[in-house]
């Protein structure tokens, strides 16, 4: 039977592109080719708008009264977790925006077995190399480097089509007590809470199907 792996998170969080990166790494090790991955959507600043504006520490030293010296430090403590994951996040630069347009992509790309490798690409544009991810040329030439279909991804962004997708996500988050990204759940079963580590992905991964 296989394997079912649901994940709630937003391409703004850092943190969840450090999960996908251990999930990754959990299924290599295991060993398994019945596991099915499914993205849920979850917006964390669903009322940001689509053109960049503050950078993400200027926001949460604004919103959650944090000083420079904090967001720096908590910044190289993200960046220092995700080279352990070989990957190369800069926070320092990012700007966030609405992910309602990239959130719907990934609900597109699912339907061609395409959203593992779409979210890792959205992930890596806007976390490491600091794109509009909210932009729709950027989303377009990421989705279709991805491998979705141009013409399909031009109907997606020209429309509303998945938004009622996006909306269920976010309305079982609720249902199932969702409040926060990334939370995974393996074979319906919360995989710990926060960000798991490889040894806590591998051990749900051994004990489902």
């Not at 850092?14 to 990754?24: M, T, V």
């Not at 398994?32 to 960049?52: A, K």
């Amino acid at each position: 039977m296989a394997v079912k792996i649901e994940i709630w998170s937003d391409i703004m969080c850092p943190w969840c592109y450090i999960g996908k990166a251990r999930l990754d790494k959990a299924i290599d090790r295991v060993g398994r080719d019945d596991v099915e991955v499914i993205w849920r959507s979850f917006e964390l600043r669903p009322d940001q708008p689509r053109t960049p504006g503050a950078t993400l520490g200027e926001m949460m030293r604004e919103n959650l009264g944090l000083k420079d010296g904090e967001t720096v430090e908590l910044f190289e403590k993200i960046r220092t977790l995700g080279e352990a994951e070989g990957l190369d996040i800069r926070l320092s630069g990012v700007r966030p925006v609405n992910s309602f347009d990239a959130q719907r992509l990934v609900h597109l790309a699912a339907g061609s077995g395409l959203a593992h490798r779409l979210k890792n690409d959205l992930f890596r544009v806007y976390l490491q190399e600091q794109q509009n991810v909210a932009d729709h040329d950027v989303l377009t030439h990421t989705a279709t480097g991805a491998g979705l279909d141009p013409d399909d991804v031009a109907r997606v962004l020209s429309g509303d089509m998945y938004a009622a997708e996006v909306r269920e996500d976010e309305a079982a988050a609720v249902h199932r007590g969702v409040t926060g990204v990334p939370t995974v759940f393996v074979d319906g079963v919360r995989v710990a809470t926060g960000v798991p580590s490889v040894e806590q992905f591998h051990r749900a991964l051994e004990k489902a199907g």
